[in-house]
């Protein structure tokens, strides 16, 4: 079946500007999670989703980021104001249960601020 | 210090060796324990999941988990050029995982 995907695979955009990265995750998973991954470092928690209520915001780094999924199914991850340094590949996960393990990953969305 | 720590590498071995990977963790609340395998721009791939302590095989790939240790490795037996990856460990008590660095692997024919 298909996988996790994501959109757009790559992002450029310019300091101050407003951002949406978009997840579909596998068909009736319930759990879905949001990572972040700098160059040469294992990819950071930001957010997970068990439906549409998120379980776990605790690594998000500011009030400029915040993610929803309204539906229990596709999440957007929003940033405003974006910084050169949310640079990253930012990554979402979906998982059949919401216990941790076995979290499929997509393929990634690869945001660069100029 | 890291909750996970993973020695970054990088790994360079002859095509057929046996590759032995290993992360160290600080956190006893961790009960599942996985390990994904990541190509160049491309998203981690699940590899292999365990749970409790002991030894978990699927095919040329082993898991070991000792948890009284806090210690997990994962070993690739005849290993081949398209193993040439980033290995990357990842444990979690409830929801969030936390990876370690990664290692990376380079297997040459």
């Known amino acids: 079946g298909a996988g996790v995907s994501q959109t757009p695979s790559n992002k450029v955009t310019e300091k101050g500007k407003y951002v949406e990265l978009r997840c579909d995750p596998i068909?009736?998973?319930?759990?879905l999670y949001w990572y972040r991954q700098s160059l040469g470092q294992g990819p950071e928690f930001l957010i997970y989703?068990?439906?549409?209520?998120?379980?776990?915001d605790s690594g998000l780094p500011n009030d400029r980021f915040f993610a929803v999924r309204p539906e229990g199914s596709v999440s957007t991850l929003k940033i405003q104001r974006t910084e050169r340094g949310d640079s990253a590949v930012y990554l979402c996960?979906?998982?059949?249960?919401?216990?941790?393990?076995?979290?499929?990953f997509g393929p990634g969305t690869r945001l660069t601020v100029t | 210090q890291k909750e996970v720590e993973q020695d970054p590498g990088p790994l360079s071995v002859p095509e057929g060796a046996i590759v032995s990977l290993n992360c160290t963790y600080s956190?006893?609340?961790?009960?599942?324990f996985m390990w994904y395998r990541q190509y160049s721009r491309k998203g981690p791939e699940l590899l292999m999941y365990?749970?409790?302590?002991g030894n978990k095989e699927d095919g040329r790939f082993t898991a070991q988990v000792d948890k009284s240790s806090k210690y997990i490795s994962l070993f690739i037996r005849d290993s081949q050029p398209s193993d040439s990856a980033t290995y990357l460990c990842?444990?979690?008590?409830?929801?969030?995982?936390?990876f370690g660095q990664g290692t990376i692997l380079t297997v040459h024919p």
């Open positions: 996960a979906s998982s059949p249960t919401g216990t941790g393990g076995e979290q499929y």
């Open positions: 068909s009736g998973h319930t759990a």
């Open positions: 989703f068990q439906g549409t209520g998120a379980a776990d």
């Open positions: 956190n006893s609340a961790f009960q599942y």
């Open positions: 365990t749970y409790s302590s």
């Open positions: 990842a444990m979690t008590s409830y929801g969030k995982l936390t």
